[in-house]
């Protein structure tokens, strides 16, 4: 029989909402620049709406994930000057973009906005160990990692990314996976220099 790792494992932890910046103002883009470039590397994501019938396209992202070890800014596409900033960050050759299951993202990234990823890695590739025919999700990750269970909700994950206000619980969502790849990677890395 076998066991859920949910059940067993205890919850991760995610980001909590005071750690969490919405980028709706010039303000918060300024801050939100200055905090992304001065990292080495930040956690990074995105969200679309999801499609459901056959043949649909989608209009994502719709919305953009990039984290600090402390903080994770979410750019809802559409709302500006989220443009400019997600355009520095992400075109930057000097700051490491890490994430999950990137492929998608960085193809509808530069289909819709223009913008030509660099210097990405995706974890889902990278952290595969010798043997392990799938890529690594996120889930897989935190529980090797750190012996907890992320939590991701079907519900929250197919809710509409594009609405003008998001909820709490599709924020906490979006924060973490931008959030959690980051902490992976920092975990990995401190176990590679270790080991």
Not at 18 to 44: C, H, I, P, T, W
Request: net charge positive; hydrophobic share 45%.
């Amino acid at each position: 029989m076998q066991i859920d790792q949910e059940v067993v494992l205890p919850p991760y932890d995610g980001i909590k909402l005071e750690n969490v910046r919405m980028v709706k103002s010039d303000r918060d883009a300024a801050e939100a620049l200055a905090a992304l470039m001065a990292m080495d590397v930040v956690g990074f994501d995105t969200e679309s709406k999801p499609t459901f019938l056959k043949g649909e396209v989608s209009t994502g992202p719709h919305l953009v994930q990039l984290a600090t070890d402390h903080t994770a800014y979410l750019f809802q596409i559409g709302a500006m000057p989220a443009v400019e900033v997600l355009k520095a960050v992400l075109e930057s050759p000097d700051i490491l973009k890490v994430g999950f299951g990137l492929a998608d993202d960085v193809k509808r990234l530069k289909v819709k906005l223009g913008i030509e990823t660099a210097n990405v890695v995706d974890l889902a590739h990278a952290l595969k160990k010798k043997g392990e025919r799938n890529a690594l999700g996120a889930k897989t990750a935190v529980a090797r990692y750190f012996g907890r269970a992320l939590q991701k909700s079907k519900k929250i994950t197919t809710t509409n990314w594009a609405l003008p206000r998001l909820s709490e619980k599709q924020i906490l969502y979006a924060a973490d996976d931008a959030h959690v790849a980051l902490k992976v990677y920092r975990h990995w890395r401190e176990e590679q220099a270790g080991g």
